[in-house]
């Protein structure tokens, strides 16, 4: 099915609630899965 000329639809947004996550909890991420760099990094 067409749409209409002048008429799109919005764009998914889908992986928005993983990126904020991921920004909010970036060190228990790194933590968690690559925790050799989580290590290396001085977090102070």
């Known amino acids: ?15 928005t609630p993983w990126k904020d996550a991921v920004e909010h909890h970036f060190p228990e991420f790194l933590a968690f899965y690559f925790p050799a760099v989580h290590a290396g990094i001085d977090w102070t």
Request: proline share 20%.
């Open 1 to 15: 099915m067409t749409e209409p000329p002048g008429q799109s639809t919005p764009a998914d947004d889908l992986d």
